[in-house]
């Protein structure tokens, strides 16, 4: 049961439509938390909350980020490039910026004035770097904007802040003057990045060329530029982000009326046409909805339900969100779903739309639980696609909004788990480390300035009481990236829309604040689009079990979901003389069989070798044939050993000062002690091997025995070199990579393999830590001496074991169509098997087969079949790819 309410006044309409959706006065529902549970959680919010900006003042400002792992700060161009990620560093002190308006909300005014200090006496705009426009803006305008408004709120009460003279007010406005430059396009959709000094397309802005941007890029701009125009009286800003998304608007297909992921910033052609609510698109929704709640203009609510009733109608099937084709939108695009759409139940409570929200909000919870945090990407079984947890807010979010619109101690709940899983799993000395893979355990050197500025801000405002918070809470907006933009801003003098078809450019708006009225008429408005509602609050929840029955099946729906089945080999494919499963690396009569097929072996400079197979060399034409089937039977391999093969391993540093806190990704060994078979794992103090490779009879046998040795990759085979520090009594083995910069960040995890003979004799573990995760381990055993460390198939919770986990089972091999196809192996792992889950955007790398294949329209993939088309693995592994790159373009 609804009320629908109307109101044609835009800035009436604006407050009581976000006073109403706040759904605050609903009744509470079952057994509540008691007042004093909820303080107790608060004040460890808090208490978390210093934790990480502490140690992210001590030792990271002014950098932009704190690096917890390595306990200093990231400078961009001094650590290793992550891609698009590090676009959202300019060396602006990110994270403080950010965080500026949090310090208010957590009563920690003092703090507030110090750091509005720090932010005018430290900071610079003008920096020579290229920066991502969405993001910049969202944090650091959005940043300025939200530290601004608090500003002004509490120097307004007469207590903090005397001195201020809208300072940060004047730094929002030089940032977006000089984000403006992205703005000049024909289309007025924005440069993806532009240059801080330089602007864009200059021969010093060493950007400008690029000719793609997300949907959620483009259309995520209006509430910050529209807030800076009206506090400052300039509407240059607000016109372009009411021109770049008039301009989405008009390029929505109009059949679906849904928009597709990347748009051509030129031509509007849309370069991604599949359709969902997470990365890519997510926040465009979002801000159409709360652009209407801000400013008070109707053709904001128009477009979002005309928007939202296509996502209910294709995108939505309860609890599940999947993307679908804009043109073809009965049809699924792909068959897991990113972490990003976990906004999602949140905006539906702004909507008003509660039922879909419980239920979706209750799949993520058990995906949550399952997995202790939200993958970043997951399956429809609800396994792991991609393992990485960033600790995005998204989930804290929605979990607030669900409880502020039912008053269901349940989500009081949610909100517990969410902070235990923080701190056994995340915690580390020097802050809160971003997961590296949530079925291990394991650790990425990395906090990203979201998880202050949002994180911590739904979650205090989930268990704090209203005489808690400095400030009432609903006379404001909350953005995209949680800054609080007040709600009176919509009676600010400000410029209409422009028509979607206008052709000014950007170069000649600022010009216009005097004439811009006589230049646009406002769109037509169709009042069947209008849908204001907001719950009946007497018949919503009549039965306080209501929502727990909306609940119960979906948690028995995650509970028992089964894993994907096995793909089979096609029907009626014949078998090469040599059987891919038999092959080995070092076998003569082997590599002579290859030979006659046309493959050939390359051997790269890194250790790997690469098998290449050539159908014009083979020695006749039915060898030829062989040789593809061969290859196509290495393919299979490939994908049955990503099914079978062992998942990573933790290796947990557990001795002082670490205690358990850092965790670091490792990869198996096909051989030895199988650690997901130990309930304890094995425990030990590291101790470098002599030599270090390990590839002769250790000379300090009596120092290893008893302990883990730390061992050199190269020079000899992994089945050796275990067999060499066992002779010397010791427990286990960690093998580091000798190539300077290797990470699993941008490295497929694999497995070690033996060396082709029986290798029962290895009774202990044997890991792999890459470059960089193996010198945080000999970094600490260089400054601690004495370091001990756990390995395990998943890091133990430092409450107790952690939960069973569950391995994504993908495919990603590729076959090239010209009949050239590679195969990666490692010398020493002659069955090699990545771990795909682990690839990162900067890297084009498949699995163990490797090819480039030419680019083709979507091409369909029968999901159902018991095996795939070569066509339909090379899409497969492409559309992930991209998907991934676009994931970390978003929010990352």
């Not at 030792?59 to 650590?79: K, N, Q, S």
Request: proline share 6%.
């Amino acid at each position: 049961m609804w009320t629908v309410l109307w109101f044609r006044p835009a800035t009436m309409s604006a407050l009581l439509f976000s006073l109403l959706l706040l759904l605050s006065t609903l009744c509470r529902l079952g057994q509540s938390m008691s007042r004093e549970e909820k303080l107790k959680l608060r004040n460890q919010v808090v208490e978390m909350f210093d934790h990480a900006y502490s140690n992210y003042m001590d030792h990271a400002y002014p950098a932009d980020e704190l690096m917890p792992l390595t306990c200093r700060g990231r400078v961009r161009g001094l650590e290793p490039s992550r891609g698009d990620v590090d676009d959202a560093l300019g060396m602006f002190s990110l994270t403080l910026i950010d965080t500026l308006d949090t310090l208010v909300l957590l009563n920690k005014t003092a703090e507030f004035e110090a750091a509005v200090r720090r932010v005018l006496k430290d900071v610079r705009l003008d920096n020579d770097v290229v920066v991502s426009v969405f993001e910049t803006n969202i944090r650091v305008l959005g940043g300025l904007l939200g530290g601004h408004s608090m500003a002004v709120m509490l120097k307004d009460a007469g207590h903090y802040m005397q001195w201020y003279q809208d300072e940060l007010l004047h730094m929002a406005k030089d940032l977006g003057l000089r984000l403006l430059p992205a703005f000049n396009t024909s289309s007025g959709l924005p440069y993806p990045r532009v240059n801080l000094k330089h602007g864009v397309r200059g021969p010093e802005s060493r950007t400008g060329t690029e000719t793609d941007t997300c949907t959620a890029c483009a259309g995520t701009i209006i509430l910050e530029f529209a807030a800076l125009s009206r506090f400052t009286g300039d509407p240059v800003f607000e016109v372009h982000a009411r021109r770049a998304l008039n301009f989405l608007w008009e390029k929505r297909q109009r059949n679906s009326n849904l928009v597709g992921t990347t748009i051509n910033i030129h031509s509007g052609e849309w370069v991604r046409r599949d359709s969902g609510v997470g990365a890519g698109i997510d926040s465009y929704y979002e801000y159409l909805l709360k652009a209407y709640i801000l400013l008070g203009d109707d053709l904001f609510l128009q477009r979002f339900n005309i928007h939202y009733a296509s996502i209910m109608k294709y995108i939505s099937q309860p609890p599940l969100l999947l993307d679908v084709h804009i043109h073809k939108p009965l049809l699924p695009a792909r068959t897991w779903m990113d972490s990003l759409l976990a906004f999602f139940p949140g905006l539906q409570v702004l909507k008003g739309d509660i039922r879909p929200a419980i239920e979706t909000h209750e799949m993520l919870y058990q995906v949550t639980k399952k997995h202790n945090f939200l993958p970043e990407a997951f399956t429809t079984d609800f396994r792991v696609h991609w393992a990485q947890h960033p600790l995005r807010p998204e989930f804290a979010e929605s979990t607030y909004f669900l409880y502020k619109a039912t008053k269901d101690p349940y989500y009081l709940e949610v909100g517990r788990t969410v902070l235990d899983n923080l701190n056994r799993f995340a915690r580390v000395p020097c802050g809160f480390a971003a997961m590296k893979d949530v079925r291990t355990g394991s650790h990425e050197d990395r906090m990203d300035s979201f998880f202050l500025a949002e994180m911590f801000k739904y979650l205090f405002l989930l268990f704090a009481e209203e005489e808690d918070l400095p400030f009432n809470v609903e006379d404001y907006i909350f953005t995209t990236e949680a800054h609080l933009l007040p709600l009176s801003l919509s009676t600010a003098p400000h410029a209409p829309s422009p028509p979607a078809n206008s052709t000014v450019q950007a170069a000649s708006l600022p010009h216009l604040s005097a004439s811009v009225k006589s230049l646009w008429s406002e769109e037509e408005l169709d009042d069947s689009n209008f849908d204001w509602t907001c719950p009946n609050t007497r018949l919503l929840f009549p039965d306080p079990a209501f929502p727990r029955n909306l609940r119960d099946p979906i948690r028995s729906a995650v509970d028992k979901s089964c894993p994907r089945p096995a793909l089979h080999r096609e029907p009626g494919m014949g078998r090469p003389p040599l059987r891919a499963q038999d092959f080995m690396a070092n076998n003569p009569d082997h590599l002579e069989l290859l030979r006659r097929m046309g493959v050939s072996l390359i051997h790269l400079k890194d250790g790997r070798v690469q098998l290449v197979q050539h159908a014009t060399q083979a020695v006749s034409a039915v060898a030829a044939e062989d040789g593809m089937r061969f290859m196509q039977e290495m393919m299979e391999l490939s994908s049955q050993q990503q099914k079978e093969q062992l998942p990573p391993r933790a290796v947990q540093i557990i001795s002082h000062p670490f205690f358990g806190r850092v965790v670091l990704t490792a990869g198996p060994a096909q051989f030895g002690t199988d650690l997901s078979k130990s309930i304890t794992g094995v425990r030990g103090f590291v101790t470098v091997a002599e030599p270090y490779s390990g590839c002769a009879e250790l000379s300090n046998a009596a120092f290893v025995q008893g302990r883990i040795a730390l061992l050199q990759r190269g020079q000899c085979m992994f089945a050796e070199k275990a067999r060499h520090i066992m002779k010397a009594g010791a427990i286990g083995g960690i093998v580091i990579d000798d190539n300077e910069g290797s990470s699993s960040d941008t490295a497929p995890l694999f497995q070690m393999a033996g060396d082709g003979r029986n290798t029962d004799d290895v009774t202990l573990p044997l890991l792999f830590l890459f470059y960089k995760e193996g010198n945080i381990l000999l970094e600490a055993l260089k400054e601690y001496r004495e370091v001990e460390v756990l390995l395990s198939d998943k890091a133990r919770d430092r409450g107790g074991d952690a939960q069973e986990e569950d391995q994504t089972s993908t495919t990603s091999a590729t076959l090239d169509r010209s009949h050239v196809s590679t195969v990666e192996l490692d010398e020493s792992a002659p069955e090699l098997a990545p771990d795909n889950e682990d690839v990162t955007p900067e890297e084009d790398v498949g699995p163990a087969i490797k090819s480039n294949p030419e680019p083709e329209e979507e091409p369909a993939v029968d999901k159902d079949s018991s095996s795939k088309s070569v066509k339909a693995m090379m899409a497969d592994w492409r559309e992930d790819l991209e998907a991934f790159q676009q994931m970390e373009k978003d929010e990352l």
